[in-house]
């Protein structure tokens, strides 16, 4: 398939998400809070692309909800080449991509994560996944998840959910901390088998998220919490946040390829604290 029509139909899905996923946030929130959308471009000189990321912040089931997409393209700087495949000896490149991040009202119901991107250098491949991270443990929450995650990922590879569940608890680690993130999920990288399995696989997971989030949410969203729980929550949007600024990837990515900064960082939380 072209190249060409490959890049506008993973953009295009990525677009489609986005407004899917907003659309139902809004209805979780009966309507009654919006989101704000800003568009930004990566040079204002040139056409490099850019990108638009709504957030919906102090809802009554969101306390803060990011959902961003971007589709941009250039060349990377002479720095930065030799850490990204097919970028050494020729830095162009082409990205896109759709992240979401939720922290929530009520403490007993998690922080959730989502993204899937496409990249295209000399060399081209899909990356993504989702975990979630709860600040107080749910045993049954954290089953129901996974055997959810497995269900979708055996749909394409009996091996993907052992590979890409392994892949996500090695990567949403904090080290100084000496522990995970939260209860995991699937994690994948350079994954650049066959576009078109790679692009159903790719469109299944956001499918699912969307399926996961809306399951969570329903089932936790009138549940009572207290005082205690909502500081318990607030320390771990610390670790949240400490790990994003550290550790994460699509962050240096994104400001290394002079991304939106505000785009990049909408996944920080609104309130967090440390001990």
């Known amino acids: 398939m072209n190249l060409e029509i490959n890049k506008d139909l993973v953009s295009n899905w990525f677009k489609t998400l986005q407004n899917a996923f907003c659309e139902n946030i809004v209805r979780i929130e009966n309507n009654k809070s919006k989101f704000i959308s800003t568009s930004w471009k990566r040079n204002y000189r040139k056409d490099e692309g850019g990108g638009e990321y709504r957030i919906l912040q102090n ?18 700087p002479k720095e930065f080449q030799k850490n990204i495949p097919g970028a050494e000896k020729d830095p162009r490149f082409w990205a896109s991509g759709i992240s979401v991040v939720m922290h929530m009202q009520n403490p007993l119901i998690p922080a959730m994560h989502f993204n899937t991107r496409y990249i295209n250098t000399t060399y081209g ?3 993504g996944g989702m975990d979630v991270t709860p600040s107080k443990f749910d045993k049954k929450e954290k089953e129901k998840f996974h055997k959810i ?13 052992k590979r890409y569940k392994k892949w996500c608890d090695e990567y949403f680690y904090l080290p100084h901390r000496n522990e995970p ?10 994954k650049k088998d066959n576009f078109e399995q790679d692009f159903k696989f790719v469109r299944d997971v956001g499918v699912t998220f969307q399926f996961i989030f809306n399951n969570i949410i329903s089932k936790k969203v009138k549940k009572k919490w207290t005082a205690k729980d909502k500081e318990a929550q607030y320390i771990k949007r610390g670790r949240y946040a400490e790990f994003n600024l ?25 309130l967090a604290k440390w001990k």
Do not use: A
Not at 59 to 76: C, D, I, M, P, T
Not at 149 to 161: A, G, I, V
């Open 125 to 127: 491949w899909f990356g």
């Open 149 to 161: 995650l497995k269900k979708m990922c055996d749909r394409h590879n009996k091996n993907f959910y």
């Open 181 to 190: 993130r939260g209860i995991g999920g699937i994690f994948f990288d350079y």
């Open 59 to 76: 809802g009554k089931v969101f306390e803060k909800v990011g959902v961003n997409f971007s589709k941009v393209y250039g060349k990377f």
């Open 246 to 270: 550290l550790y994460d990837r699509g962050t240096k990515f994104g400001l290394q390829t002079g991304g939106n900064t505000e785009g990049i960082l909408m996944s920080l939380p609104p």
